[in-house]
């Protein structure tokens, strides 16, 4: 059984002079993501593994929930081929994902994760918001085969709160 666990980055504010790459996190965007992370810690005990795009916005929301999980910073990965935003990059990184690897959470930008999720999981999201968090399981050994998995959490701020 493989898991991926996709997170978009927290609401970020475009009131600085700043690339996109360096735009940070709004003060809803920390809020939400903490309020996700702690609802996931709820659900879901542990990751393999961790991934980050290495845009700021992105960063900071994988800190929020990787604090949350207690899982150390300094296991984290930051890939250029996260800062994608059609969803091919994402996809073909998680097809070369170590297959000794069962479970891995992903915090990425949007459109990709939306593109990905209605592609791989059985449930369609029309836009998956800032801060959500959709998992998605295979019954699969291997990373390189997955295509149709079952979607089993959706987890939104808004119905958080």
């Known amino acids: ?10 609401k970020s504010s475009w009131q600085y002079g700043v690339s996109d790459q360096d735009r940070p996190l709004q003060e809803r965007g920390i809020n939400d993501a903490q ?24 960063l900071h929301t994988c800190m ?3 604090r949350t999980f207690d899982y150390p910073l300094e296991k984290l990965n930051i890939s250029d081929q996260l800062y994608d935003f059609s969803g091919e990059a994402v996809m073909s990184f998680v097809k070369q994902l170590d297959d000794n690897l069962n ?12 593109n990905i999720v209605n592609q791989w999981g059985n449930k369609a999201i029309e836009n998956v918001p800032t801060s959500a ?3 998605i399981s295979f019954d699969v050994s291997s990373w390189q085969v997955i295509k149709n998995g079952i979607t089993e959490h959706i987890l939104i701020p ?3 709160k």
């Open 158 to 160: 808004k119905q958080l």
């Open 1 to 10: 059984m493989k898991t991926v666990i996709l997170v978009r980055h927290g």
């Open 64 to 66: 929020i929930f990787l």
């Open 103 to 114: 479970k891995v959470v992903i915090f990425g930008h949007n459109y990709a994760l939306t």
């Open 35 to 58: 309020l996700v992370s702690a609802e996931f810690k709820r659900l879901s005990k542990n990751i393999d593994s961790a991934y980050s795009s290495p845009a700021n916005r992105a």
């Open 133 to 135: 968090l959709v998992q």
